[in-house]
């Protein structure tokens, strides 16, 4: 990337410190990877890592992970998420190599109303073995949203990435972390030091890596949840155990292989409101680079005996969209072959995608609208059409009632036009939009008046 390109990149990165989005992937204006969500104080918080695109003239490994420091992010309905900026960054951790941009996959926890944040990354110096390596470190704050203050050193006895903390119901908080295999330590009250060796799981799969445990309770079961590769790339496993530290039997599947190709995927699970959510992360917005990923979260079901359903990814995500936001159709429920979802910019994916209706009766759906006001009137559509076209507009249902009559004028600009819409009665309505003519027509959003 040509230096100009960079501080482009790197304005549009800093500026934003306060945004709100909806729908996949969650965090739209940077990067996002390894989410880690919480439920602090009835808001739902995420704990990603940050990629970036390399910065020139570092020296650094070509094509690989570039990540210099983590942010936090909150959100009471799932849908639209508060960045709470920068917590911890290389540059100011005293044990982290702060040319390293290694700064992986991490976790928090709250204990006794402090807030541990670990985190990995490449140490400074080389421990007793000679190897400067991966170790774990910790940051300590009041509130989730920080300000952390990092501890002066590493976990002493750690090489390793992926920290994972889990303070079972008598208090006993355990560290997971992985290296090759995954490992489990208890931790002290303290939860800065170790209380036990590190120990290697067993019955896990042998062939292929595994990485980035994430382990939780449920009715007395423990859930060790982590990627695994055993095809090609990484595709999200499970074993079942009745404590802590096992023994786990191998369970199944949580999500296959990435469809378009994402080497990693990292994930972590939480109940809220009542249902369990995935977080998880793929490279929407980087489809030719999968080191630059993006965190997405869907909705997650356990069957009767304790297993867990295998989730799908979506682009629509959770949450609930309200009438009057601009709705992304390109974050679809559901669609027709016929059509395509493409860029609005390719030298700027974070511009977002546009919805292409190729010819007649193709149909996109977008579920979970809410329209909370008696008297929504008309939607409101950016879109264009180079022969002019025409959409109808129905609701609940691909052969529910027509809303609205759309004509998208012609012209090879993205236009916004307004169109009267039927009684709509207040409540959450799922959206189809369907083409009317053989006229193809590109949508960037609607919305509601
Ligand atoms: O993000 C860097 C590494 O990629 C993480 O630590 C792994 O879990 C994988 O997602």
Known sequence: MNLKKYFTLAIIFTVSAFTV??????I???FSADPTARVF??????????DIPAPPNKNLRENWFCMPDYHVFSSENLSDWTDHGVIVSQNKVPWVDSTSYSMWAPDCIERNGKYYFYFPANKNVAGPNGRKGFGIGVAIADKPEGPYVPQENAIDGIFGIDPNVLIDKDGQAYLYYSMGNIYVAKL???MTELASKPVA????????MKEGPFVFERNGKYYLTFPHVENKTERLEYAMGDSPEGPFTMTGVIMDESETGCWTNHHSMIEYNNQWYLFYHHNDYSPHFDKNRSVCIDSLFFNADGTIQKVIPTKRGVGLTAANEKIQLDRYSDKSENVKIVFNDTTNTFAGWKTVLENKDAWISYNAVNFEKKNTAKVVVNARALNGGKVELRIDAADGPVLAEISVPEGSEMTVSKTKISKVKPGIHNLFVVAANNNP???DWISFE
């Open 41 to 50: 104080n009835g808001k739902v918080y995420v704990f990603p890592s940050h």
């Open 201 to 208: 799981i067993d019955n896990l799969p042998t062939k292929g």
């Open 28 to 30: 739209r204006d940077q």
């Open 21 to 26: 989005w909806a729908q996949n992937p969650v």
């Open 441 to 443: 027509v590109e949508i």
């Open 188 to 190: 002290k009250e303290n």
